[in-house]
């Protein structure tokens, strides 16, 4: 059973340009969750997606903007990137309803490194 | 908004020995679920061991458990006879009732001697 899974691993950019995460569930999920982990720091919401809608939203800026397809798998987007969009970031899977849906924390993949320089 | 803080940014053990690590939060609701995350060089967060906050008994996983006190609004990991393979990033994070997002505190580097 392959769990979730990130491309690129890794990624370098310059400031101004645009960036495409992507990621692919855990077999059997239907929501994507999205974190930026700064270095040195825990994971920070960013969105949720779940039905291809954006379900909830962390403080992020419309910069980062994501899609979900009927597949579940998912994109994180970046605009304009800045230098303090450099970061781990994660994307996490799970259920969004069932009995384990809620007590179940969420499944993590390995994440993508982005540079900005 | 609710927040987690891990106040022990490094913890360090001795190879076969107990280690806690220290949590807290604070929320207003009443019906909600406590992780416990490990982080290991490798990135990949992996989950440790839940909590439910209805539920008064202490959770267990093998050699890690909890001590919840959810008066206090406190989530303490303990890792009993530690090995090398704990050495890792330790991140407690907390669900709300409703929505799916995790709210994780800054994480604290657990390092095992041998």
């Known amino acids: 059973d392959a769990g979730v899974t990130q491309s690129p691993t890794h990624l370098i950019k310059t400031r101004g340009q645009q960036v495409t995460l992507r990621c692919s569930p855990k077999?059997?999920?239907?929501?994507v969750s999205w974190y930026q982990q700064a270095l040195g720091q825990g994971p920070q919401f960013i969105f949720q997606y779940y039905e291809e809608e954006e379900r909830q939203r962390g403080n992020f800026p419309d910069r980062f903007s994501g899609h979900q397809f009927p597949n579940y798998s998912s994109e994180l987007n970046v605009n304009a990137l800045l230098l303090g969009d450099s970061a781990l970031y994660l994307c996490?899977?799970?259920?969004?309803?069932?009995?384990?849906?809620?007590?179940?924390?969420?499944?993590f993949g390995p994440g993508t490194r982005l540079t900005v320089l | 908004a609710q927040t987690v803080t891990q106040s022990q940014p490094e913890m360090s053990v001795q190879e076969a020995e107990t280690v806690t690590l220290s949590c807290t939060y604070d929320?207003?609701?009443?019906?909600?679920?406590l992780f416990w995350y490990k982080q290991p060089p490798s990135r990949q967060m992996i989950l440790v061991i839940r909590q439910e906050a209805y539920k008064q008994q202490n959770a267990t996983e093998n050699r890690f458990s909890v001590n919840f006190q959810k008066a206090a609004k406190s989530f303490s990991l303990k890792i009993s006879d530690s090995q090398l393979g704990d050495a890792a990033m330790y991140f407690c994070?907390?669900?709300?009732?409703?929505?799916?997002?995790?709210?994780f505190g800054g994480g604290t580097r657990l390092m095992v001697k041998p």
């Open positions: 077999s059997g999920h239907d929501t």
């Open positions: 996490a899977s799970s259920l969004s309803s069932g009995v384990f849906s809620r007590k179940d924390g969420q499944f």
């Open positions: 994070a907390y669900r709300g009732n409703a929505g799916n997002m995790l709210t």
């Open positions: 929320t207003s609701e009443s019906d909600y679920y």
